[in-house]
């Protein structure tokens, strides 16, 4: 049963902000729903998303994901939605108010690491609280990868 857990959580998978864990050091995750249009819904079960160049941004009381990219849905015509919209996002009040205490701190962002249908089929955004890493951070990131990657190859020959 687990197995077919995890294939429909890999199946609902829409987009992913891989480069996400290398430009940001990840302090704290949570979940957020998202509002979206009906042809933004049905582009997405098309797979048609990308969230790598975006952010999130607390504004007027709410929590506001920009520069999200979702393609038109070809068969909408002239009902099509904006493909780069602000979107809103679903947060509580409390959830909301810790995250702008965190933006407010130097070096602090929020970013989306991943789009996906949940198991109800709703659309939800997994958001990062983030600090920004210098240089040299992403060269010790690159260090270790690669000591793991063969690490892995020598352990794989003995």
Do not use: C
Request: a positive charge; glycine letters at 6%.
């Amino acid at each position: 049963m687990a197995k077919k857990k995890k294939a429909n959580l890999k199946s609902g998978l829409i987009a992913e902000n891989r480069r996400a864990h290398y430009d940001y050091e990840i302090l704290d995750k949570l979940e957020a729903g998202i509002v979206l249009l009906g042809t933004e819904v049905k582009s997405l079960r098309n797979g048609k998303a990308q969230i790598t160049e975006s952010y999130v941004s607390p504004e007027e009381g709410e929590l506001w994901l920009i520069n999200s990219y979702i393609a038109e849905y070809v068969q909408a015509n002239r009902f099509n939605h904006d493909e780069r919209r602000k979107r809103k996002l679903l947060v509580s009040k409390k959830e909301l108010l810790r995250l702008k205490a965190a933006v407010e701190k130097a070096g602090n962002t929020i970013i989306p690491l991943k789009l996906y249908f949940n198991n109800r089929g709703l659309v939800k955004v997994l958001l990062a609280i983030a600090k920004g890493k210098k240089k040299f951070d992403k060269r010790e990131t690159e260090k270790k990868r690669d000591w793991k990657r063969e690490k892995s190859r020598l352990m794989k020959y003995l």
